[in-house]
């Protein structure tokens, strides 16, 4: 059964750093592009980062550009988001997904699975 | 970035109901559509890929039209699992973007 499960998240300071994990089985992990979407308290669906499936291409939202980096360990299976110069705005619950496909007609494409999430809370 | 707006944010409806919801693109998105379900405390569930396609498993009850900047989701009947919030998505382009979601409640 293919599960992607979080991990990392936690009460962090403003100015902060925090890195998350995600651990893929039941899948290729290798040959699928991978995204981390993320959703702050009563408030909807934000895709945050992207990175192809061998790792040399990565996305990300203009407010997190300059602070989070989305890298993956393919010989892990694992998805990573290091975030720094956390602010109280990102305070989210942060999924990972991995897209349908292997390969894709369009830029991207649409996330089957998706993990349980992890919590991020910045605050003093 | 591409902004996908939806319609309505919520509403009311009874077992039985037909629900339309709509996401308009600002931009032509083609057919690079996906439709979520998301429940309270729960990841998002895939629903919807390519504007219409139905993925495994979802009940054929759901489905999806439309292409370009105008999307539809359409439940025939609505059922009393079905009570929850609805996200499109674009996948035509980097930023990928999400619409603002609709909550469907029970009436």
Redesign the interface.
């Known amino acids: 059964e293919v599960h992607l499960v979080e991990s990392g998240g936690g009460l962090i300071q403003p100015g902060g750093s925090l890195r998350l994990s995600c651990a893929a089985s039941g899948f290729t992990f290798s040959s699928y592009a991978m995204?981390w979407?993320r959703q702050a308290p009563g408030k909807?669906?934000?895709?945050v980062s992207?990175i192809s499936a061998s790792g040399g291409s990565t996305?990300?939202?203009?407010s997190v550009k300059g602070r989070f980096t989305i890298s993956r360990d393919n010989s892990k299976n694992t998805l990573y988001l290091q975030m720094n110069s956390l602010r109280a705005e990102d305070t989210a619950v942060y999924?990972c997904a991995k897209v349908?496909q292997i390969t894709?007609y369009?830029?991207?494409?649409?996330?089957?699975?998706?993990?349980?999430?992890t919590m991020v809370t910045v605050s003093s | 970035?591409i902004q996908l707006a939806q319609s309505p944010s919520s509403l009311s409806a009874s077992v039985g109901d037909r629900v339309t919801i709509t996401c308009r693109a600002s931009q032509g998105i083609?057919s690079?559509l996906?439709w979520?379900q998301?429940k309270p405390g729960k990841?998002?569930?895939?629903l919807i890929?390519?504007a219409s396609s139905l993925?495994s498993g979802v009940p054929s009850r759901f489905s999806g039209s439309g292409s370009g900047t105008d999307f539809i989701l359409t439940i025939s009947s609505l059922q009393p699992e079905d009570f929850a919030t609805y996200?499109c998505?674009q996948?035509?382009?980097?930023?990928?973007?999400?619409?603002?979601?609709t909550k469907v409640e029970i009436e």
């Open positions: 995204s979407v909807g669906l934000e895709w992207g996305y990300y939202t203009d999924y349908r894709f369009y830029g991207s494409d649409a996330f089957d699975i998706w993990g349980q999430g | 970035a083609s690079a996906a979520y998301q990841a998002p569930k895939f890929y390519d993925e996200y998505q996948f035509n382009s980097y930023p990928l973007t999400f619409g603002g979601g």
